[in-house]
């Protein structure tokens, strides 16, 4: 069955020990043979074109099977999210699997780091239904942005800060619970990052289709990387791959049955 592995908040740049933590991630989904990997923004730190390219070089060996958006952080300097995605919304369809990409980033990301929250429209969301309307049947269908949909609580000084102050840029997207109610019954998975903590949640639990929510957290800190396997357009299994060390690394089942690859 194939396998995704959910990577986010890289931030190439951002130190050499970070990003040498990155190259040991990659490693490991090579070594593990994931089919898949799934890159929820923030790739790089200042949003550089060298960072992008410090990205791709490090990922070049895994380059047919990632797929990106774009973070708040990729929109500051040289804009490398100009070329990570072009349009608000695309479909990659791939075998047994419907992903769906979305930018939640926005022009208020170019200014600082303080003005990191990101933007949905009413429009965003209508391209997402139709995004999904054309899923195959028996497709996994998968919708990935950068941005959380849904409340979380603050995972850092700094987030309880501006929330305490109101400031936008520690919450959810303002149409998050809005597309949340739109991708019932019509998706599989939400994919995030951008809050640095893992997380998950499933809405409509015990339904026919029950929407799991993700959030990767920042893959280098936290040196591991969330696996997903899936089949006949189920999510099957769900597993921690190791990547500190990836001449050993371990992939750890938690949730699932893991069945023969
Ligand atoms: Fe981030
Ligand atoms: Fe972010």
């Known amino acids: 069955m194939p396998t995704i592995a959910h990577v986010s908040d890289l931030h190439i740049g951002k130190s050499a020990a970070n990003d040498e933590a990155a190259r040991a991630l990659a490693q490991a989904l090579l070594a593990a043979r994931v089919d898949e990997v799934l890159v929820s923004g923030d790739v790089t730190h200042r949003g550089r074109v060298e960072e992008l390219r410090t990205f791709r070089r490090l990922f070049a060996p895994l380059r047919d099977r990632v797929a990106l958006v774009p973070g708040n952080h990729d929109r500051l300097g040289d804009d490398a999210g100009r070329w990570m995605m072009a349009g ?76 305490r102050l109101g400031w936008p840029n520690a919450g959810e997207l303002a149409l998050g619970e809005h597309l949340l109610g739109r991708l019932l019954g019509r998706c599989d998975l939400v994919l995030h990052g951008h809050r640095h903590a893992t997380s998950e949640s499933t809405l409509a639990l015990g339904s026919a289709r029950p929407l799991r929510i993700f959030n990767a957290g920042a893959s280098p800190e936290l040196g591991r990387v969330r ?23 371990a ?10 690859a």
């Not at 999510?235 to 921690?240: D, E, P, T």
């Not at 992939?251 to 023969?260: D, K, N, Q, R, Y």
């Open 88 to 163: 608000r919304v695309q479909v990659r369809a791939g075998e047994g699997l419907h992903l769906v990409r979305v930018d939640s980033t926005a022009p208020h990301n170019r200014h600082s780091l303080l003005d990191g929250h990101g933007e949905l429209s009413h429009g965003d969301v209508a391209q997402v239904e139709e995004a999904l309307a054309v899923a195959a049947p028996g497709a996994l269908t998968v919708v990935m942005l950068h941005h959380h949909l849904h409340e979380l609580p603050e995972d850092g000084f700094w987030e309880r800060v501006s929330t």
């Open 227 to 249: 696996v997903l396997r899936h089949g006949g357009g189920r999510l099957r299994a769900v597993g921690w791959l190791d990547c500190r060390d990836w001449a050993r690394q």
């Open 251 to 260: 992939l750890a089942w938690e949730e699932g049955a893991p069945a023969a």
